[in-house]
């Protein structure tokens, strides 16, 4: 009797550990982000032209007259040949370690490399000079080590894994080896405002709205991670000494108005004002859900994308906001439209050009703010869109993942495709 009730209480024993085992086990897939580190002396070297390259990672664009700038994610900018858009000429290539963002106003280009601001000459543009260049400037957007090292970006890779209950990384969906914190300044690649020079204005280019990058008032400004950076820009391309103005945290896009900047930030709005550039006071926010959010203004209306997905872009929001800000002390939500999962937008005249990511382009009608979503004039859905520049209504620039495009969008019942440069696989 007793060897029977033994050999049931074993039994029952190693169930139960079986039981236990199971509940303590998983297999899921995560995402394991890599911490890339660059050194001074991979970054610090010498501005010149190479010969042209494929784009592979494209980034932000930049329209300047005849001209188009691709950059090349951390890697530099592609110089575009646009004079005829339906056979654009790749002429070149700049190395440019760590660049993400560039604004150019009278023949000078204003890009970042990693934590420097470079100041380069393109009245050449088979020659570009490098001019100017401002060491530790955009110090504080990165992670640096005791060596000087600092953290670039990370490289992701999805895997699956079965996890014991007791380890550290047990229910984890994103997993870092190393340390530091990193923020993605690409994704999120402001409307440069275009001026002609012939009377005398400076001649200013059109960046996309996922810009950091803007120029107006004669200034170069800068959007830091919870700072924005203004920078005066002398009569010899030159730039003075950077005021900085502290900001909420999470800025993300900066877009130029009138006397105002609009800045996107993950978690909203913030309106600032520089009437007095070197001065910048910061007017009033307007919070939303956390999500990833550039903006575009005409006619004191806002048109704010607000998108979900990742580690950047928390939440479930995924929509477009319309926002009157007449009263720039008071920003009032006038519409809500559901959206895929925007990202970059822009307009002309009567027409809103929304990137909708995998699920590409969408245009519309904005006469009526009231209901922009049920006025849907074109929508391309093959391409993967990321931003958007309108140059006119016969000439759109749009750049993703899988390359860049240009379309003549004057009949959006007829929308042209006027050329692509597709990425390297």
Not at 203 to 216: N, Q
Not at 333 to 361: A, D
Request: net charge negative; proline share 5%.
């Amino acid at each position: 009797m007793k060897n029977v009730v033994l050999f049931f209480s074993l039994c029952f024993l190693l169930l139960q550990s079986s039981c236990i085992q199971d509940k303590c086990t998983q297999t899921s897939t995560y995402t394991y982000l890599k911490p890339v580190y660059v050194t001074p002396e991979e970054y610090k070297i010498p501005v010149k032209l190479g010969n042209s390259e494929a784009l592979k990672e494209p980034g932000k664009i930049y329209f300047y007259y005849n001209y188009i700038l691709i950059n090349e994610l951390r890697k530099g900018i592609h110089i575009i040949n646009n004079q005829d858009p339906t056979s654009p000429v790749n002429e070149g290539f700049i190395e440019i370690p760590g660049n993400i963002d560039m604004a150019v106003m009278n023949d000078i280009l204003y890009a970042d490399a990693y934590t420097d601001l470079l100041v380069i000459d393109l009245k050449n543009i088979k020659e570009p000079r490098l001019i100017e260049r401002k060491e530790n400037l955009f110090e504080s957007f990165y992670f640096i080590e005791g060596s000087n090292r600092l953290l670039s970006h990370y490289e992701t890779t999805d895997i699956t894994e079965k996890f014991d209950c007791s380890h550290s990384q047990y229910g984890n969906n994103i997993i870092i080896d190393g340390g530091g914190v990193f923020v993605d300044l690409s994704g999120n690649p402001g409307v440069n405002n275009f001026e002609s020079s012939a009377d005398g204005t400076p001649k200013v280019g059109k960046g996309g709205s996922l810009a950091r990058f803007t120029i107006s008032k004669n200034h170069l400004f800068a959007a830091g991670l919870s700072e924005l950076y203004s920078l005066p820009i002398l009569s010899d391309g030159y730039v003075g000494e950077s005021v900085l103005t502290a900001l909420p945290w999470g800025i993300e896009t900066i877009s130029p108005y009138k006397n105002y900047l609009f800045l996107g930030a993950n978690n909203g709005m913030h309106i600032v004002d520089i009437e007095n550039p070197m001065s910048p006071q910061l007017r009033s926010s307007f919070t939303h859900a956390r999500a990833c959010d550039p903006v575009v203004i005409e006619n004191d209306i806002a048109y704010v994308t607000l998108r979900t997905g990742g580690q950047l872009c928390p939440g479930d929001r995924n929509e477009l906001q319309v926002i009157d800000v007449k009263d720039i002390f008071n920003p009032v939500l006038l519409h809500s439209y559901p959206m895929t999962n925007p990202h970059g937008l822009g307009f002309w005249e009567n027409q809103l050009y929304i990137c909708e990511g995998e699920s590409g382009l969408k245009i519309f009608d904005k006469t009526d703010i009231s209901k922009i979503d049920k006025n849907l004039l074109a929508h391309i859905g093959d391409i993967m869109a990321w931003d958007v520049i309108a140059v006119n209504k016969n000439l759109l620039l749009l750049v993703g993942n899988d390359g860049f495009y240009q379309y003549d969008c004057s009949d959006p019942g007829n929308i042209i495709l006027l050329s692509s440069i597709n990425i390297e696989k």
